[in-house]
């Protein structure tokens, strides 16, 4: 898997998935739903974002329920990875589930502004920013070969399609 | 090496003897799915195009917007009924939250169920493992009735003494998070016994195990007849609660574990009151509220919303008489279901503040970004509404 490089944009700790998409726009199409990410937090997110994009964020990101749509207005609006301190469980998987490389990356939040340049290399378990003067790496955790098989597919299903296990 | 509860359940489902860390690709007992993300399971389970494993162990309910709040709800709602009768699957349309139907009609003591909402970890009250999980594995369990699961280290939380009156199990709930921290059983799963449990009626298990998706926690499930720990388990820690200590507890926004003492709060104006969901919606929650409500009449400036869980403890409340209760006090009855607690009625304008017996007061969650949104007790959130401001139960309650 190629490593990815796109503009981080940042959030704090605890991002809930009700932040991440409010409840009441959860029967929405897919299509129009994505307009509300983070409407709590960071009304006309979904307009700034550029496909290609990185998430950057603190402590248990995706905490709360369950919903897919979490992962997925991100993914429809071009998020191209996620990389917070930890992540809770669900989303994790979901995320996953959805063909989204993300990643636990420890010391990196406090490291990163928004609009820097980010290079994520899922594979390696390594992450670069691009400063104006020079660069920094940081270590992430790597994940396992099956689930890196799975993003590469672009989710579990298409991976199950493709004769995956 | 010893079993925790989760060891046992998952080495069974899955057909190998299993310890914290070992993945097992477990068999399930159940597969749930709802409203607020059928339309994603429904989405996944066609493209896998495998057919459904076994409809009699699948379910589908309808909970979250009802009656349909909106053209995409009933969008949403015809979608899931035709998959469920194409399917033969079964189908709970607008009878209640999906926890509390499957509390009733189908989860026994052992089970692994899967179910497409984070509450699933409820059914640890009963001694089943319950766990959420997104739309494409839920539809993936429901095509093959299998999933992946890492089996979580067990925190053991240790209950001992009694509670005092007027402090309920959701205190001990709000305590537990408050105490872990929101992530602070993240891959883990909380198994709770001791002493102390003996004295938590079964509803009052499943309030607590409800909550502890609230520490990020995979389940929480209660220790109850066969479904106990070998006595060399191994646990990654333990927390011992003192019952006798637990004080009516309030979280406060925007966060779940942002937990105090009622009495911290007193005098906190409110403009509504919830009681209801899947964590406080079933008859005893009823109960303890309309104890508080009897006679009395809630506050000029709060509008009170008690929502029962099901139409089974709607049905029971009204021949209880509490139903009349309520209604005579002042509130507004509302249909079984989800109701307030994720804001599919009853929403709040910016500013308003509102005290529920519900899980969750992330910021928007029941509203505007800046409503305001406290979890208490039932007891607790019906004492609030006559006063029109928070109160601590045990400086005024009705014991």
Redesign the interface.
Known sequence: MKSLRGTARVFGD?V?T??II???H????LEEMKAFAM???RPGFAAEVVPGDVIVAG??FG???????A??VLRALGIRAIVAE?F???FF??AI??GIPVLECSGLHGAVTEGDEIEVDPAEGAVRVHYADGSALFEATRLPAFLLEVIRDG???AH??QGGA | MGKTIVERILSRAGGADAHAGDIVDASVSYVMTNDAVGELTIKAFEELGRGMWDPGRTVVILDHYIPASSPNAARVHALLRRFARNHGAHLFDQTGVCHQIMLEQFVRPGDLVIGTDSHTCTYGGVGAFGTGVGSTDGAAAMATGHLWLKVPETVRIELRGALRPNVSAKDVALHLVGTLGADGATYQALELGGPGADGITTEGRCTICNMAIEAGAKTGIFETGDIAPDPDAVYSRTITVELEVVEPMIAIPYAVDNVRPARDLAGTRIDQAFVGSCTNGRIEDLRAAAAQLAGKHVHPRVRLLVTPASSDVYLQATTEGLIETFIRAGAIVCNPGCSACFGGQGMLDAGEVCIGSHNRNFRGRMGHPDAKVYLASPETVALSAIAGEIVDLTQGGTP
């Open positions: 605890n809930d009700d932040i409010p409840a009441r959860l029967v929405l199409p409407e709590p937090v402590r248990n905490c709360g329920s369950s919903r897919e749509q992962p997925a930890s809770a469980r669900i998987r979901n589930n959805l989710g579990l299903i199950l399609r």
